[in-house]
């Protein structure tokens, strides 16, 4: 999203404003399209290729982009300049600067080694071992630790704007959202979906679902999976490449050099151990599962958790899910629809309290005409015991601290939390502060309370999503390493568009209603609701009252009714939001939504 349209003339277009202008377009559709229709003229147009590249005699015939030469802070130059060199770069996720011209408008990834083309002119240092201003000396200009969203987002930023970047990373590449996240999971949501709609198929004239000609290959699936999931690790592999940054495979911890500097120790899995140091050091080592050991052990010892869900060589006849999260949620009802008889153990009465009212209330009803057995006000798991006959393969019995049981289960599932991925670092041996969860503690430019340290993503706390990781990540990059446009760039967390992919999905945007009452107060906010059925549901020969239900929720604040939170569960709720999303940051109204 653009946060400012940049014009040729180099005044900036601010959607924000448009939405006041009297001019204006009064819908907030019609102004995301304004936007979309602006940041495609400037990036596609002929005309506005000539323009850009005016100051040059030789205009290539694909667009190419002008990297600046020395001038300026950290050898950057004010626009206006002519450029000193040129590079491709892709048509993907490009940022638009403030009060530039066009010729500005700077791609997030670049085409071909940073290295091998900058000159030395344009880069804040070139190759290992450079002498700092502080008269130390320097490997990289940023070492990232970890090579998740987040960790190479920032990294390759970093290295567009020429700085000489390098990741340590034990694991795979992509970290949890690529591995055991948000890929995966969609990919098992997505065949949950189709399960659905097999099922669904005799509503729409189709026959076959109940004579067996309908097969599932749990196996199939996972291994398509899995080979999904290596083909992206490869990718992020590539790309760190082609963007010059250096890849250290081990074990990365923060410490103390000779002289009381930060240093980065990266131990390799043949206890092998090199020392680095950064200019800036970038902690992104995410988050990973927590597990409650229950009363006696059991729980740790005979459960799996969220990344273990992945690793299931069967799907489970029995499963038991365990947490009121997200997490908990999608797995249970992926599950489900595939054809586990799958119970939802909640510690209090609703999955997804801390969501608005409305989807919580929905989705409980939806989840148990899905035919998932809520398990509500249990207080969690207090141990589980494996039958002795089937030993180590046979089934378990969980038992909960009300006193219930459920027998004759598979596979039990705890997705009842996530703690950052920060053992391992020597936080503490560096006097980087953490809060009671282990949560590294940043402000709002993801500075720690260390010189040079950073830290963004899951280890921060922060809206623990992966988009959110990545744009921290670029601004840092941005801040750190970019021109003087970008000395004040961080990253905004209001108005985060979230999306749930329960059955059915949820999309939500800012405050719930009790949220809103509490900062506007009751008198101020006023609240639109809708409830209908999906036309998909129209020919079902179905009680209109049995038919899935749609749910949708606005919430406004003040004379103006502006737009604060923005709630929406049923079919299409996850692709409709992004737009939404959009029309709450330029400032939308409910007269907006209305036009």
Known sequence: MLASLACASGAAVRPAALLRSPSSPSSAASLVALAVRLATTSLASPSLAAASSSSSSDVPERWRFARRGNGGPRGRSDCGEAPSQSR?????????LRSVSTRRIRPAFLRGSVRSNATDADATSRGDGDDGDD???????????????????????????????????????????????????????????????????????????????????WNYLTRARDAYVARLNGIYERNLAS??????????????????????????????????????????????????????????????????????????????????????VELAGVLQALGSDTHLVLRKERALRNFDDMLSETL????????????????????????????????????????????????????????????????????VDQNEGGY???????????????AVGDVTGNVELTPMAIAAGRRLADRLFGP?????????????????????PIGTVGLTEREAVDRYGRDNVKIYRSKFSNLYYGPWRVDPDEKPKTAMKLVCAGRDELVVGLHVIGMGSDEMLQGFGVAMKMGATKADFDS
Do not use: W
């Open 440 to 454: 590294i503690m940043v402000n709002e430019y993801s500075e720690t309370n260390v010189d040079g340290v950073f």
């Open 243 to 328: 963007s010059g940054v250096t890849q250290l495979r081990g074990r990365a911890a923060l410490d103390r050099g000779e002289d009381g500097g930060v240093v980065v120790r990266v131990a390799t899995s043949d206890d092998r151990q090199s020392t680095y140091r950064a200019r800036h050091v970038l902690v992104a080592a995410g988050g990973r599962p927590s597990v409650p050991p229950g009363s006696d052990g059991s729980v740790a010892k005979l459960a799996i958790d969220s990344d273990g869900f992945f690793d299931l060589a069967s799907l489970p006849r029995r499963a038991v899910v365990v947490g009121a999260g997200y997490i908990a």
């Open 88 to 96: 491709d770069f892709s048509a993907a996720a490009y940022a638009s």
């Open 484 to 504: 003087p446009s970008f000395r004040d760039a961080k990253v905004s967390y209001e108005n985060v568009p979230t999306v749930v992919f329960s059955h059915p």
């Open 135 to 217: 008269g130390k000396r320097y490997d990289f200009d940023l070492l990232v630790i970890g090579a998740g969203s987040g960790g190479i987002a920032a990294a390759r930023r970093a290295a567009s704007h020429g700085a000489n970047v390098a990741v340590a990373e034990r694991g795979k590449l992509g970290g949890t959202c690529v591995n055991v996240g948000c890929v995966p999971k969609k990919v098992m949501y997505n065949a949950a979906s189709i399960s659905e709609t097999l099922h669904d198929m005799h509503h729409h004239g189709f026959t076959g679902y109940d004579s067996g000609a309908v097969g599932f290959d």
């Open 364 to 431: 409980d009803e939806e989840m148990v005409r899905h035919g998932i057995r809520v398990v509500r006000n249990t207080g969690g798991v207090d141990r589980i015991e494996e039958e002795e006959e089937g030993g180590k393969d046979g089934t378990k019995t969980v038992f909960l601290n009300d006193g219930g049981t459920i027998e004759g289960v598979d596979v039990v599932v705890v997705a009842a939390g996530r703690v950052p991925s920060v053992e391992s670092l020597n936080l503490d041996g560096v006097g």
